[in-house]
């Protein structure tokens, strides 16, 4: 029984699916645990507002400004897969699972006999610690479609090398993708020169003499160094003289080369070092930093946990599989020829990697998103890696042990990665659906202007294509309705001049425009942790802000922008998910929004439903439209109740409270149960004196 188990581990583990199941499995492990909580972040906003048109040729005029040709991507994609974040998760997994294969099945044809160092490559390259955007599905679809096709084209050629029979099948195959990776992308253009080292292992043999063995090289590598020189003409030609105006992606250290040489190769030499130490080294120290180290996070349990187990059965599997590996058959030669081939591969699939990158004067470990850049030198890293602790010797069980650590490791990062995407996304439905509760339709041409960014993980443009998604319904024109506007970045500038009335608005990106002014707007404040989402207005001058440049926006607060929406389009579901359960948060939009067309009743009727449930705000500024409402519907002990309520719960209340009692006052007829309220109110607050003008007194 015992050995017919160890024969059946034995063949699940040699057979030909066994490392695609097993790579899959770590892919999941580390980016699944969350992916039906998953949403759009950053640039997958663009492409959500891009497939509201009807006609699908915005793509092309949207990208026009960089990267034309990549609409093909999304032209093929966008109506296959729709707008379901769930969708988009999955084709961009299976996208990065596609180009691993194909990058172990390329370095498996270079370095037969070394099949299980391959494959830790290939399970190291697809958890990168160094990538964190993963969960950024839609943009970077595009990346992991190039990324395929750069790792087909290499795997193709290596194998017409190896299979002369399909040479004349495989090569030209090979020749297109590589045309097709660069005209999409030119992030993996660096690594193309590669191809003639990766040739030179392949043609070389003991016997040939070395003049020959390069002469062969350099035939082989002529037809892709002609598919290179196409995409420079394309892309230094061709492309400006045919989309003129600036370019998105200028060569800044080439052209400073002309100038001053010395200091563009010293700047280039410190990019390429300071990148290189860290895709090599510090990504992975990063993965024990200190401050990942939270005991009392339930994520970091899951994380370790989730990561070593996955690690221990990829260890098993190396090390049941090493004696098929053929090493033991291969000699000292072939051993000698992976530990060079190998760590030269590692070096310069990093450098050559980043090359594009750094001659445009940017950086990996420089911006927020820049760990993109490090899309192409995590190739070179995981190479340099697996050569480092071969080339360090020592038993395959410690070697395996050691490499299955780091694998666990990068696992357990990427899971506290997309943890932290999954918290963002719920933060950002609530932030939509809680801004179409209160503001149910807006007029066309208003400019939603926030104090800051309401959460992390977009830009403010990506808010803005999210709002035209919301507002918009089916779109036909990128001069667009709706707008998003960082008041505390963007005041002072050609945007927006200052917070006052009478001022224009102006934003354009790319081919979408947007004007308006400051008297078509509305003030939208929000921090998840402190309360609902607000929209401002006079009645909540005065009260505690979310934001610090909340108080310097009440010159430009009105609402005269929001529609009831009667006629409005619904949300789309399948953008922003379903609608959140109505707690708190629900009842106070829905009553804010019936206090502006003074809808008393209704306030009423919302502020009973939202008892009866047993809701309670979180924030005392919350409490003024239910407090106005009971007043003028009559209810004035309840009124005098929240008013006591919202002054327990935040502090600073009584100037704002103070001020709301005053309208009601004049808006209300005198009657004996009113004077008592009022003469309550003002022995709690101490009103007497008349409220300040500002009503931050």
């Not at 040729?57 to 093929?76: K, Q």
């Not at 990776?181 to 003639?196: A, D, K, N, Q, S």
């Not at 008393?600 to 047993?614: F, K, T």
């Not at 006052?665 to 009657?671: G, K, M």
Request: aromatic letters at 14%.
């Amino acid at each position: 029984m015992h050995a017919n188990l160890r024969t059946s581990l034995h063949k699940f583990v040699s057979s030909v699916w066994f490392y695609p199941l097993l790579l899959w499995l770590v892919m999941l492990a580390a980016y699944g645990l969350y992916l039906f909580n998953l949403g759009f972040y950053w640039d997958d906003w663009q492409v959500v507002f891009l497939s509201r048109f009807k006609d699908f040729s915005v793509f092309w005029s949207y990208f026009l400004f960089d990267r034309p040709v990549s609409a093909w991507t999304y032209l093929v994609t966008v109506p296959l897969l729709g707008m379901a974040p769930l969708a988009w998760q999955v084709f961009t997994l299976l996208m990065r699972w596609a180009a691993t294969l194909a990058f172990v099945w390329a370095l498996n044809g270079v370095w037969p006999r070394h099949t299980w160092q391959v494959r830790w490559m290939g399970l190291l390259l697809a958890v990168f610690p160094g990538f964190s955007q993963q969960t950024i599905s839609v943009a970077y679809s595009q990346h992991f479609i190039t990324y395929a096709l750069f790792t087909l084209s290499l795997g193709l050629m290596v194998w017409s090398i190896r299979r002369p029979r399909r040479f004349w099948l495989l090569m030209p195959l090979s020749l297109l993708t590589a045309l097709a990776h660069m005209l999409t992308m030119e992030y993996f253009v660096g690594l193309e020169l590669l191809r003639p080292f990766l040739l030179w292992f392949l043609i070389r043999t003991q016997e040939e003499k070395p003049a020959r063995q390069v002469k062969r090289t350099l035939l082989a590598w002529l037809p892709y160094l002609g598919v290179l020189a196409v995409f420079f003409f394309y892309r230094f030609v061709l492309y400006s003289r045919f989309f003129p105006g600036p370019d998105a992606n200028p060569p800044v250290l080439l052209i400073h080369m002309q100038s001053d040489p010395g200091g563009a190769l010293l700047a280039l030499a410190q990019h390429a070092i300071q990148d290189f130490l860290h895709t090599s080294l510090f990504v992975w120290a990063n993965t024990v930093a200190p401050s990942t180290i939270d005991l009392a996070a339930k994520t970091n349990w899951l994380s370790w946990g989730v990561g070593l187990a996955v690690a221990a059965l990829a260890g098993w599997a190396a090390l049941r599989a090493q004696d098929q590996d053929g090493e033991s058959a291969a000699g000292a030669p072939a051993a000698a020829s992976f530990a060079w081939q190998s760590g030269l591969i590692g070096v310069l699939g990093i450098l050559l990697g980043g090359l594009p990158v750094w001659i445009t004067d940017r950086q990996i470990i420089v911006g927020l998103w820049s760990d993109r850049f490090i899309l192409a030198p995590m190739f070179g890293g995981v190479i340099l890696l697996v050569w480092l602790v071969d080339w360090l010797g020592g038993s395959h069980t410690r070697q395996t042990a050691f490499l299955s650590v780091l694998l666990g490791l990068a696992i357990a990062t990427q899971i506290r990665t997309v943890n932290r995407y999954n918290l963002y996304w719920d933060i950002q439905r609530e932030y939509y659906w809680q801004l179409k509760w209160r503001a149910p339709a807006l007029e066309p041409g208003t400019a939603v202007i926030g104090p800051e960014m309401p959460f992390s993980l977009v830009g403010d443009y990506s808010i803005s294509f999210a709002l035209n998604a919301l507002y918009g319904g089916q779109l036909d024109s990128t001069n667009v309705a709706y707008w998003f506007i960082d008041g505390g970045r963007y005041r002072g500038s050609a945007v927006l001049a200052d917070f006052k009335p009478d001022l224009p608005i102006k934003y354009d990106i790319r081919n979408v425009l947007f004007e308006g002014s400051t008297n078509d707007s509305i003030v939208v404040t929000y921090n998840n942790a402190r309360g609902c989402l607000r929209v401002l207005d006079p009645i909540y001058q005065g009260v505690q802000p979310m934001s610090n440049v909340d108080l310097e926006m009440f010159p430009i607060a009105q609402t005269a922008a929001i529609l009831d929406g009667d006629n409005a389009p619904s949300v789309p579901q399948d953008i922003f998910g379903r609608e959140p359960a109505h707690t708190w948060c629900y009842y106070y939009e829905k009553a804010d929004l019936a206090r502006q067309y003074q809808d008393w009743s209704g306030v009423v009727a919302l502020g009973d439903e939202a008892a009866g449930q047993g809701y309670q705000a979180r924030n005392g500024g919350e409490l003024l439209p239910f407090i106005q409402g009971y007043a003028l519907q009559g209810d004035w002990p309840r009124a005098v109740e929240l008013t006591g309520q919202a002054n327990q719960l935040t502090e600073k209340m009584q100037a704002p409270l103070c001020s709301l009692w005053q309208a009601i006052e004049q808006a209300s007829s005198p009657a004996a149960e009113r004077q008592a309220a009022l003469d309550e109110v003002e022995a709690t607050l101490k009103c007497s004196a008349p409220p300040a003008a500002d009503g931050a007194q």
